[in-house]
T-cell receptor
Framework: AQSVTQLGSHVSVSEGALVLLRCNYS??????LFWYVQYPNQGLQLLLK??????LVKGINGFEAEFKKSETSFHLTKPSAHMSDAAEYFC??????????????FGTGTRLTIIP | ETGVTQTPRHLVMGMTNKKSLKCEQH?????MYWYKQSAKKPLELMFV???????ENNSVPSRFSPECPNSSHLFLHLHTLQPEDSALYLC?????????????FGPGTRLTVT
């Protein structure tokens, strides 16, 4: 079984400041981890993913995340926030990519607000 | 069309109506999913189809009935819904067994039950 905890349902940062969105996971096997972004009235778009290769993962729009097994964490960061980053962010985990393990379990999401 | 498409984008229906949501994936994937996204709740996986066979039904009420006629199309048939069924319904697809695995999502159908 697997689960995801996202600390902070709302995060506000000033434009140009560091963005840090937290995600901790629980998994019975080495996990696959994902960050998705959702803009209003849209579906989910993949930002980045960890699938057992490099632990520091770079994604789109300047975001990156680091897989830390010892901390069971996969926090999302961006050095400098932009107004267009305002959205809802979801962390998700799966047990792998084979049939039966590929299902995603999502966190409750973090709404990111950018202060001008 | 590219990626995952969903129609309609918005749907308003009464509790006695019957309607269907449609999802189509243009990615050649072998698995498709229905999710429900309600306000202040995590995304809920409703149904999974792998190789056109339903492999999971997460205790979804029978008023929701999925159909997967082929690997590219997925439907969600709705009948006698309740107001609490109002939500954003998201479809996704993936290529299972792919080392570079990810799920691709459609834009969703915003359903309002009156």
């Amino acid at each position: 079984a697997q689960s995801v905890t996202q600390l902070g349902s709302h995060v506000s940062v000033s434009e140009g400041a560091l963005v840090l969105l937290r995600c901790n996971y629980s998994s019975s096997v080495p996990p696959y981890l994902f960050w998705y972004v959702q803009y209003p009235n849209q579906g989910l778009q993949l930002l980045l993913k960890y699938t057992s290769a490099a632990t520091l993962v770079k994604g789109i729009n300047g975001f990156e995340a680091e897989f830390k097994k010892s901390e069971t964490s996969f926090h999302l960061t961006k050095p400098s926030a932009h107004m267009s980053d305002a959205a809802e962010y979801f962390c998700a985990v799966s047990l792998g990519s084979n049939f039966g393990n590929e299902k995603l379990t999502f966190g409750t999401g973090t709404r990111l607000t950018i202060i001008p | 069309e590219t990626g995952v498409t969903q129609t309609p984008r918005h749907l308003v229906m009464g509790m006695t109506n019957k309607k269907s949501l449609k999802c189509e994936q243009h990615l050649g994937h072998n698995a498709m999913y229905w999710y429900k996204q309600s306000a202040k709740k995590p995304l809920e996986l409703m149904f999974v189809y792998s190789l056109e066979e339903r492999v999971e039904n997460n205790s979804v009420p029978s008023r929701f009935s999925p159909e997967c006629p082929n690997s590219s199309h997925l439907f969600l048939h709705l009948h006698t819904l309740q107001p609490e069924d109002s939500a954003l319904y998201l479809c996704a697809s993936s290529q299972v067994m792919d080392d570079d695995y990810e799920q691709y999502f459609g834009p969703g159908t915003r359903l309002t039950v009156t």
